[in-house]
């Protein structure tokens, strides 16, 4: 791999993926500007960025980025495309443990279930880790239960 890629990121006009990447050889910082054709704000991103990720001409700088990290700029540009805010897209990827799921569009709920896949490997533990123990147990303090009204009406005998 000659090209070591720092940081990536979105240009809005024209669309485009600005890239920064380091030459292993010579240690140089480049700037390079890729631009993102025949994407509307109706294609679909992943498809678009495996393309980019396979096209001759970039595969050699993009081989450092993750196919997730190319598909999340993808998303940024679609959304700046169908007129959302860049603080909206950027919250999309977040995980939101009060966000009722089940009113997501199949897309997007794929995309928040990857999300949970890589947390849990993420904070997975197993046998070879160091810090593994096999019976672990956890107490849980106590709390106080709460009297409901149907508490009070029930009969004595149950």
């Known amino acids: 791999m000659r090209f070591a890629a720092k940081r990536c990121g979105v240009q809005f006009s024209p669309p485009s993926i600005v890239l920064i990447y380091e ?21 679909d991103y992943s498809m678009a960025a495996e393309r980019l990720k396979n096209n001759p001409r970039h595969r050699d700088y993009l081989e450092g980025v993750s196919q997730s ?19 909206h897209s950027l919250s999309s990827f977040c995980l939101d443990p009060d966000e009722d799921l089940n009113k997501l569009d199949d897309e997007d709920l794929a995309r928040k279930k990857g999300q949970m896949d890589e947390l849990f490997e993420k904070n997975r533990r197993r046998k070879d880790d160091p810090d593994f123990v096999y019976d672990f147990e956890v107490d849980f303090t106590k709390t106080t239960l709460e009297k409901c009204s149907w508490d009070d009406e029930s009969d004595d005998g149950f």
């Open 69 to 87: 990290q190319l598909e999340k700029l993808h998303i940024i540009l679609r959304d700046h495309m169908q007129g959302f805010s860049l603080e």
């Open 23 to 43: 030459h292993t050889e010579t240690k140089k910082v480049r700037k390079r500007i890729i631009p993102v054709r025949n994407f509307s704000k109706y294609s």
